[in-house]
């Protein structure tokens, strides 16, 4: 179900990349889980990491999260984020 691996990254002002942390991440997917389905696959493990399933679609996720984010006052006006895909070695 968790087939891919995600890095959650704040950039700040500078474009220096910071993990968002788990809480952040954790906050959003435990809304997300009731409130908009196509982010159910989804599952956070670690400051900046989030594992997801096949369907999530990352140009919905990163918005999603960065408004969601800054909302919360996680992150300031100046900041972005950053959903990548991190490549798995079998």
């Known amino acids: 179900m968790f087939a891919r691996k995600l890095a959650i990254l704040r950039v700040d002002p500078e474009g220096?990349?910071?993990?968002?942390?788990?809480?952040?991440?954790?906050?959003?997917?435990?809304?997300?889980?009731?409130?908009?389905?196509?982010?159910?696959?989804?599952?956070?493990?670690?400051?900046?990491?989030?594992?997801?399933?096949?369907?999530?679609?990352?140009?919905?996720l990163q918005p999603a999260m960065e408004v969601w984010f800054r909302r919360k006052g996680y992150i300031g006006v100046g900041d972005r984020i950053l959903v990548r895909e991190l490549s798995v070695t079998s």
């Open 16 to 60: 220096l990349e910071h993990p968002c942390l788990l809480k952040w991440i954790d906050n959003f997917a435990m809304r997300n889980f009731t409130n908009d389905a196509i982010f159910d696959d989804t599952l956070p493990v670690a400051d900046g990491l989030m594992e997801a399933g096949n369907r999530v679609p990352l140009n919905r």
